[in-house]
C-alpha cells in the first residue's frame, strides 16, 4: 500500500526507527538547520527529525512541528516510493521502454497495453471537503507568520518555504506543472517565488506574461511522498508530475479543487497556500540564500506571489529541507531522479551503462557516464547528446569512462580519469546554458562546459602506443592467501 500523506510517511519512518523526535524547544531561525545539518552530514544521511515544539523568530511556541531530513537517505527514499531499492523503477521504466515505441511515446499511451501503466493512475478528484482543506483562512486573515517557517542561514533574505509543491497549469496545454522551487515569505500574506528561468513554473509565468493574464499558483506542503518527490524531477513539460507520481505510487494522487483559485491541489496536503502572480506587477527582491551549492546565491528579482487563502488540517506538520555544502538532504532526491531516469537517457544514448552525479557536483556540476564503446569517437557522442537532454543540457563537467569502470564510486572514476587522460587531447571545451545558481560563469544563465573523455584510446582516435591493463591479483594466489589468513595474525 502507498503512503498517502506526510504523516503517513512519518510514521512509516517511525515504524523503521528512523525518526528522531526532538521534544526540545529549537528555534526556526536556524537552530533548526544547524541541528539538520550535523544529521545530514552523518554516516548514511542521518535520522529524520521531527521538531515536536519549534519557537518562532518573534518569541513563543509554534502549533504546528517541523519534519526535517523526511528523504535523507538512500533506505528513507524508497520507503517514499515503495520500492526496496529505487533501481526497481528505473526497471519498471526499462520494462515499458522495451515495448518498441517510437519517440512519441505519450502519444502511443491509450495503444500499447504495456505502456497504459503509466496513465493507469491518472489523478483522481475527489469531492467533499478534502482533509488538507478542513481549515481554510481567507484573504487578509491570512498570516504566515503564525507558521514555524525557518530561517536557514545567517546571510538569507528571510523566512523560506523549503519543500514544496507549487502548481501552475500551462495556459496553452492546460497541462499541470508541479515543481519544487524554494520560496521566500516577504509579508504576512506575500511570497517570492524563485523558479529558475529553465524550469517549467517559470515558462508557465512567461507565457501569462505574454498574455496579460494573472496566474494563479497553489503550493503544497505535504501530500503523498511520491509527490512531494515528483516536484523535483526533471520531467518533460508535456507529463503532469501528479501522473507521474501516481505512476511510482501504483496509486492515484488524490486531488481536491482549490478554493479560492482555478486549479486542483492535493487533497491529503499538510497545508496549501493558494494564490495568484500578476505578470504585470514589478518583481520583488528574494535572496540572498544559503544554497545546496554551498554558497549563497544573490539576491535577485523573481516574482510576487499573493496568497488568497490557506487550507490545512487541524494540526498540520510543517514540512522543510535544509540546502548548504553537500551532502545534503537533497541529494538523495536528486540521487533517486539519477536512477530512475537512467533508462530514459539510455533509450536515446545506448551505449550508457552507468551514470552518477556525486554530491560534491551538486547534481549539474558534475556527471560520470560509463558506456560500452564500440567505436572511435564515441565518448564526444555522449556528451553532446547529455548536453541536448533538458536539465543535462545544465551539466558543466562530464567525464566519459569505459564499461568496466564503477562510475558510482566517484574515486574510482577520478582514479581511472585521471590516469587515462591527455589533458590537451582528451579535454573539450563547449558552450551552453549554465545553471541559474552558478556564480562563476562568465553571463547569467551562460557559458562554458567541458568533457573529459576518460575512456581508453583507440588506434584510430591516434593512440599507437599499448594502452595497460588494470592491476588486478590472480585468483590462485588470492585462494593460497585467503586460506593462510587466519595464521598470519593480521588483524584489518
Ligand atoms: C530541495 C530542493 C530545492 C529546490 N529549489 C529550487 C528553486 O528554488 N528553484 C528552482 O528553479 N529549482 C529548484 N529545485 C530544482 C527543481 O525542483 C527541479 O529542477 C525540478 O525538476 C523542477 O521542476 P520543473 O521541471 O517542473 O520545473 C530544487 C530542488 C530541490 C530538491
Redesign the pocket.
Known amino acids: 500500500m502507498a503512503l498517502d500523506n506526510l504523516r503517513a510517511f512519518v510514521g512509516a519512518i517511525d515504524a523503521a526507527g528512523d525518526l528522531r523526535r526532538v521534544a526540545h524547544p529549537v528555534s526556526v531561525d536556524k537552530e533548526i538547520t544547524e541541528i539538520a545539518d550535523r544529521c545530514m552530514k552523518s554516516a548514511g544521511g542521518g535520522p529524520a527529525l521531527l521538531f515536536e515544539r519549534p519557537t518562532l523568530p518573534q518569541g513563543g511556541a509554534s502549533r504546528y512541528p517541523v519534519a526535517v531530513n523526511l528523504f535523507g537517505s538512500e533506505k528513507r527514499m524508497a520507503l517514499a516510493l515503495g520500492v526496496p531499492c529505487l533501481d526497481e523503477i528505473g526497471g519498471r521504466i526499462a520494462t515499458l521502454l522495451n515495448v518498441k515505441v517510437p519517440d512519441t511515446l505519450l502519444g502511443k499511451l491509450a495503444m500499447l497495453p504495456q505502456l497504459a501503466e503509466v496513465a493507469k493512475f491518472p489523478p483522481k478528484a475527489v469531492g467533499g471537503r478534502a482533509p488538507a482543506q478542513e481549515i481554510v483562512v481567507r484573504d487578509r486573515d491570512v498570516d504566515l507568520s503564525q507558521f514555524p517557517i525557518p530561517v536557514c542561514w545567517p546571510e538569507d533574505g528571510g523566512p523560506y518555504i523549503?519543500?514544496p509543491g507549487v502548481i501552475t497549469r500551462d495556459p496553452k496545454t492546460g497541462v499541470r506543472?508541479?515543481?519544487?522551487?524554494?520560496?521566500q515569505v516577504i509579508a504576512p500574506n506575500e511570497l517570492a517565488m524563485?523558479?529558475?528561468r529553465?524550469?517549467?513554473?517559470?515558462?508557465h509565468w512567461r507565457e501569462m506574461a505574454a498574455r496579460g493574464e494573472t496566474m494563479p499558483v497553489a503550493i503544497a506542503l505535504g501530500g503523498d511522498p511520491a509527490s512531494i518527490y515528483a516536484?523535483?524531477?526533471?520531467?518533460p513539460?508535456s507529463i503532469d508530475?501528479f501522473l507521474f507520481a501516481g505512476f511510482l505510487r501504483k496509486e492515484p494522487v488524490r486531488l481536491a479543487k482549490a478554493i479560492t483559485c482555478d486549479l486542483e491541489v492535493p487533497a491529503e496536503a499538510e497545508l496549501v497556500l493558494e494564490g495568484y502572480v500578476d505578470p504585470r506587477e514589478e518583481l520583488v527582491l528574494e535572496g540572498p540564500?544559503g544554497d545546496?551549492t554551498g554558497f549563497y546565491s544573490l539576491a535577485d528579482y523573481y516574482p510576487k506571489v499573493h496568497v488568497t487563502a490557506v487550507t490545512m488540517r487541524p494540526e498540520p506538520i510543517w514540512p522543510h529541507?535544509i540546502?548548504g555544502r553537500p551532502p545534503m538532504?537533497?541529494y538523495w532526491?536528486?540521487h533517486a531522479?539519477e536512477r530512475i531516469f537512467l533508462p530514459l537517457l539510455k533509450l536515446t544514448l545506448p551505449e550508457i551503462v552507468d551514470l552518477h552525479m556525486p554530491p560534491e557536483g551538486i547534481f549539474h556540476n558534475l556527471v560520470f557516464v560509463s558506456i560500452d564503446k564500440q567505436y572511435p569517437g564515441q565518448a564526444y557522442k555522449v556528451m553532446n547528446g547529455l548536453w541536448g537532454q533538458?536539465?543535462m543540457s545544465l551539466a558543466k563537467v562530464i567525464v566519459v569512462l569505459d564499461k568496466d569502470v564503477s562510475v558510482r564510486d566517484p574515486k574510482e572514476a577520478w582514479w581511472v580519469a585521471l590516469n587515462h587522460i591527455d589533458p590537451e587531447r582528451d579535454v573539450r571545451f563547449s558552450m551552453g546554458p549554465i545553471d541559474?545558481l552558478d556564480h562563476s560563469s562568465r553571463g547569467f544563465t551562460y557559458g562554458s562546459k567541458m568533457g573529459i573523455d576518460a575512456t581508453r584510446k583507440w588506434k584510430e582516435e591516434g593512440f599507437t602506443r599499448e594502452w595497460p591493463g588494470k592491476i588486478v591479483m590472480d585468483e590462485k594466489t588470492k585462494l593460497r592467501v585467503d586460506a593462510m589468513w587466519r595464521e598470519l595474525g593480521i588483524e584489518l
Not at 506543472?177 to 520560496?183: A, D, F, H, P
Not at 516536484?231 to 520531467?235: T, V
Open positions: 523549503t519543500l506543472n508541479v515543481g519544487m522551487y524554494r520560496i524563485h523558479w529558475q529553465h524550469k517549467v513554473g517559470a515558462a516536484a523535483s524531477a526533471p520531467l513539460p508530475e540564500f545546496h529541507t540546502v538532504e537533497d532526491l536528486g531522479t533538458g536539465l541559474v
